[in-house]
């Protein structure tokens, strides 16, 4: 007998996530009184999808068909009382394919603020994703358990919360295969290679330990024709707190690790390293950007950089002053805020200045609005984010959002004319001044 059916939603005619977000919806309004809510759609990455979701939200999927019209799901929902999460749900698969970045890496920090104790499955084709997912596991202290790729595929098995991952990955200079397969003698850079091809699996390890024992190598440069081994790879760093330079797992394992407690002296006595005699940072790195401009390109820049910030677990304040303030102004009105007298100038300022996230222009090649319609065009094409989706991923990641006031007052831009993003507050350059001088990262856009 068929359950019957408590809401019927139609998601026929939205791509990924739309489906998604519209069940995840429906089955929020529907979580007190429990039920049925069948869902119909006809996005090719629904079935998936859905039988990910449903792991993971601890409902249950009853039946998926499909005809000529698309797909059709009954979900039963979870009663408060029942078990919120299944067993299956320890391992989510987070499908970020035809995602460009910085999109993998925030539906993999999103996906692990959701689940932080389940293993997260990833899959991605964007050439960017192995080097950014290695970068990403440091910052955020989860774990890289593995890391392959499959033709132009990659796959990545994590566990959010767990011992804290790799450096951020930099570019690796031609290196010469070295002639015996064990560490090559120490090069007057005090650089050792290490070929770990003809070792046996079960020693690769050991031979790490043994070459890193050597107090004169303080860099070691490691290749493996086994590509499954990178993952090892970087966890050996992990626990060694050894930092990887670089990566490059996409066929043979080429890597370039700095060891720990290696440190070269400076050249000079002359040079200091900036911070050296401040005490080590307690919780989160802090990052600091200051939006100066409103050229398309340079918004673009600000807003990945604040979200890819934000999803390697660091705290963002972006600070925007003078034409960057541009960005926030919304289409209507803010109800919030009451009118404000401006004088005709600065009416006339605000008219002549673009509004909003979705009417800022190129700094070079605009070409009337030519140039930067072609950009956006190309950007839905490879599916890109464009400034409004990096807005609303920015709110969700909870980075802190700072209108100059100063700037407001001589532009006649009043709170009314902004839009009433969550994280939005008013401030002026002794904010951005303390955020700065605090900040592990600032950069001026």
């Known amino acids: 007998m068929t359950a019957p059916i408590s809401q019927t939603i139609d998601c026929r005619g939205q791509q990924c996530p739309g489906p998604i977000l519209a069940t995840a919806r429906a089955v929020r309004e529907l979580a007190d009184s429990g039920g049925t809510l069948e869902v119909l759609a006809d996005d090719a990455a629904f079935p998936l999808d859905l039988r990910s979701w449903c792991r993971s939200s601890g409902s249950e999927l009853l039946s998926l068909t499909a005809d000529g019209r698309g797909h059709r799901a009954l979900v039963r929902i979870a009663q408060p009382s029942e078990?919120?999460?299944?067993?299956?749900?320890?391992?989510?698969?987070?499908?970020?394919?035809?995602?460009?970045?910085?999109?993998p890496i925030l539906e993999v920090a999103r996906a692990a603020r959701r689940e932080p104790n389940a293993e997260l499955e990833v899959l991605a084709d964007d050439e960017a994703f192995e080097l950014d997912i290695v970068s990403w596991c440091r910052s955020a202290r989860a774990e890289l358990v593995e890391l392959e790729r499959e033709g132009g595929v990659f796959r990545a098995r994590i566990r959010p919360g767990?011992?804290?991952?790799?450096?951020?990955?930099g570019s690796l200079p031609p290196v010469m295969a070295p002639s015996t397969p064990l560490a090559s003698r120490p090069s007057a850079d005090e650089t050792a290679r290490l070929d770990l091809g003809v070792i046996p699996e079960e020693r690769r390890v050991?031979?790490?330990?043994?070459?890193?024992?050597?107090?004169?190598?303080?860099?070691?440069?490691?290749?493996?024709?086994?590509?499954?081994?990178?993952?090892?790879?970087?966890?050996?760093c992990v626990d060694g707190e050894h930092?990887?330079?670089?990566?490059?797992?996409?066929?043979?394992?080429?890597?370039?690790?700095?060891?720990?407690?290696?440190?070269?002296?400076?050249?000079?006595?002359?040079?200091v390293p900036v911070g050296a005699d401040l005490p080590a940072r307690v919780g989160p790195k802090e990052a600091a950007l200051l939006v100066l401009h409103n050229d398309k390109e340079a918004l673009l820049a600000a807003m990945l950089v604040a979200n890819g910030a934000a999803a390697q677990g660091m705290n963002v304040t972006v600070f925007f002053t003078f034409w960057g303030l541009n960005l926030?102004?919304?289409?209507?009105?803010?109800?919030?805020?009451?009118?404000?007298?401006?004088?005709?100038?600065?009416?006339?300022?605000?008219?002549?200045?673009?509004?909003?996230?979705?009417?800022?222009?190129?700094?070079?090649?605009?070409?009337?609005?030519?140039?930067?319609?072609?950009?956006?065009?190309?950007?839905?094409?490879?599916?890109?984010?464009?400034?409004?989706?990096?807005?609303?991923?920015?709110?969700?990641?909870?980075?802190?959002?700072?209108?100059?006031?100063?700037?407001?007052?001589?532009?006649?831009?009043?709170?009314?004319?902004?839009?009433?993003?969550?994280?939005?507050?008013?401030?002026?350059?002794?904010?951005?001044?303390?955020?700065?001088?605090?900040?592990?990262?600032?950069l001026v856009f």
């Not at 066929?251 to 000079?268: D, H, K």
């Not at 950007?379 to 700072?402: S, Y």
């Open 162 to 169: 767990g011992a804290v991952g790799v450096a951020p990955a």
């Open 206 to 236: 050991a031979e790490l330990d043994r070459t890193a024992a050597d107090t004169s190598i303080t860099r070691l440069v490691v290749m493996s024709p086994d590509r499954r081994f990178n993952a090892r790879l970087a966890q050996w």
């Open 243 to 271: 930092e990887l330079v670089s990566l490059s797992g996409s066929g043979p394992v080429l890597a370039e690790i700095e060891l720990a407690g290696r440190a070269r002296p400076s050249p000079s006595h002359a040079i």
């Open 328 to 442: 926030l102004r919304g289409d209507l009105p803010n109800p919030v805020h009451a009118h404000q007298r401006v004088t005709w100038a600065q009416r006339l300022f605000k008219w002549l200045m673009p509004r909003g996230p979705r009417r800022q222009s190129l700094g070079k090649l605009n070409f009337g609005g030519m140039g930067s319609g072609m950009l956006n065009q190309l950007m839905r094409q490879k599916k890109i984010m464009d400034l409004p989706e990096l807005l609303e991923a920015a709110q969700e990641q909870r980075v802190r959002f700072i209108a100059c006031t100063m700037s407001m007052d001589v532009m006649g831009i009043t709170k009314r004319d902004l839009h009433p993003y969550e994280t939005l507050e008013y401030g002026g350059v002794a904010t951005f001044v303390e955020s700065a001088q605090a900040a592990d990262l600032s």
């Open 83 to 103: 078990p919120e999460v299944s067993v299956e749900s320890l391992c989510v698969r987070v499908d970020c394919r035809s995602m460009e970045c910085p999109q």
